[in-house]
């Protein structure tokens, strides 16, 4: 029954598609194509986020969707006269937030999606810090691993995912150097940077008790 109407709204989507895209290659809408463009992608996206709202354990739908949307809204905003480099933001959020609802709807099987949320955040920060950019990307691409392994940690599988320390830990240094580089004012940071290592170092101490004494 799922599959079905998933098949019939599929279907009518792919129907209104071609109607659109024929009445944009007659030039129907005039100055109003940018627009509508935006508007028929917000309405797409919202189709698919739709479809996993009618059955959340298939999550692909919330990819797509979501892209869309922010698409859509990307194309409203910028035809709406708003300027800046940031704007490209809303799409890279987008698309991070739909990684997100896939890693929340089934944590134990997708927590791989944390990995591709966190770098689309990033870039977005990356858009919006300016120069400091560089060392913000850095920075969440740490943050990122690191609730990877926290995620592990709460489940328990500190074995399993204590690898995620080591990219978390060195992003984490060098994006810190960056910052205090780049940010007079914010020059102390340089000075915390050590707190990195300890983190690490307890992390894999915390490992290494963990493990069973026959593995050692």
Same mark, same amino acid.
């Given at each position: ?34 627009? *509508?463009?935006?508007?028929?992608? *917000? ?139 780049? *940010? ?33």
């Amino acid at each position: 029954m799922v599959n079905q109407r998933t098949n019939l709204i599929l279907g009518a989507l792919l129907l209104l598609g071609g109607f659109f895209l024929l009445l944009v290659n007659f030039d129907v809408f005039g100055d109003l194509s940018a627009t *509508v463009w935006g508007f028929f992608f *917000v309405i797409g996206g919202l189709v698919f986020i739709a479809l996993y709202l009618g059955n959340r354990q298939q999550w692909w739908p919330i990819i797509p969707g979501l892209t869309l949307v922010g698409v859509g809204l990307l194309i409203l905003l910028s035809g709406a006269g708003l300027e800046g480099e940031w704007l490209p933001a809303i799409l890279f959020l987008a698309i991070g937030a739909a990684f997100l609802v896939v890693y929340l709807s089934q944590p134990a099987s997708n927590w791989w999606a944390i990995i591709p949320g966190g770098v689309m955040g990033s870039l977005a920060l990356v858009l919006i810090a300016g120069d400091a950019g560089g060392a913000v990307m850095l920075l969440g691409l740490a943050a990122t691993f690191g609730l990877v392994y926290l995620q592990g940690m709460v489940r328990g599988l500190h074995q399993q995912f204590w690898w995620a320390l080591i990219p978390a830990g060195v992003l984490a240094i060098i994006g810190l150097f960056l910052l205090a580089g780049a *940010v007079e004012q914010m020059a102390w940071v340089a000075r915390l940077w050590p707190l990195v290592l300890i983190l690490v170092g307890v992390g894999v101490l915390l490992r290494n008790s963990l493990t069973p004494s026959r593995e050692r």
